[in-house]
């Protein structure tokens, strides 16, 4: 073999490869669809609503009585890390657009539950919820953020990693979050928040307090009676109008 074919062979494998490396992230570039889809229900009296999704977010507010607006926006990709189903992308989210997880017995809605398996890889649903205040409220992301406000029945609102914002609810608040951080304004009840490495902010609570976290900060104004229980592994403690009795472990932490 003479020396300018092995050149030549050797440019040919560099150029291959070269090529391999291009083409592979504009292919799994292309293999993404989106698609969104919104849903009108009619309903009466105090409802019952749980919603879930694993990566997207979810958004609520109070609207009007009589019904519940739902709109979804939907992701879907093969790619890295992805093993590439029967279904394409853009087959996932027709298929989810045409029939979306939205499920409606009587004072119960439920969104979110994705009962067919071929829709779950790789899809990524985030919610808007428009709702009757008059609702009792359980939501779930596993890693996506939550913001939820004007809610007058419970709330229950839990996240693996992504954050939660609650604001003006009239009831009890029970929230968790493995490490994102945790901001309520306005809680008319009860407030129980944890959070595995997020921090705690809460204020305008109207009840008894428990707060805690791993390695976050607190900070917390109580403005009814209530017992405060709070405790965090290494961030700081602060309390502010504080009407109720107080560990005194939670005071050498803190101020009041």
Do not use: C
């Not at 490869?17 to 969104?36: D, K």
């Not at 428009?130 to 809610?151: D, F, L, N, Y």
């Not at 306005?186 to 428990?210: D, K, M, N, Q, Y």
């Amino acid at each position: 073999m003479t020396r300018t074919s092995v050149i030549v062979r050797h440019r040919t494998t560099a150029i291959a490869v070269l090529a391999a490396i291009v083409l592979v992230p504009a292919g799994a570039e292309a293999q993404r669809a989106e698609g969104s889809f919104q849903r009108t229900l009619t309903v009466s009296g105090p409802l019952d609503i749980d919603v879930v999704t694993g990566s997207g977010r979810i958004d609520i507010r109070p609207g009007p009585e009589g019904k519940v607006e739902i709109t979804g926006h939907i992701k879907a990709q093969d790619g890295w890390g992805l093993s590439r189903g029967p279904l394409s992308p853009e087959e996932r989210v027709r298929r989810s657009e045409a029939s979306p997880p939205i499920e409606q017995a009587g004072s119960v809605v439920r969104v979110g539950r994705l009962t067919d398996e071929q829709l779950r890889e790789g899809v990524s649903i985030s919610y808007t919820l428009t709702i009757p205040a008059a609702s009792t409220v359980r939501s779930k992301t596993g890693s996506g953020s939550q913001h939820i406000e004007g809610v007058d029945g419970g709330l229950e609102a839990s996240s693996g990693s992504g954050s939660l914002t609650l604001k003006d609810v009239a009831s009890k608040v029970r929230a968790s979050t493995g490490s994102g951080s945790i901001d309520a304004d306005t809680v008319r009840g009860a407030f129980h928040a944890t959070s595995g490495s997020g921090s705690i902010r809460a204020t305008g609570i109207g009840g008894p307090v428990i707060a805690k976290t791993s390695s976050g900060s607190i900070d917390v104004e109580q403005t009814a009676a209530g017992d405060v229980e709070v405790s965090s592994g290494s961030g700081s403690v602060h309390l502010r109008g504080v009407r109720g009795a107080v560990p005194s472990r939670n005071r050498s932490r803190g101020s009041l």
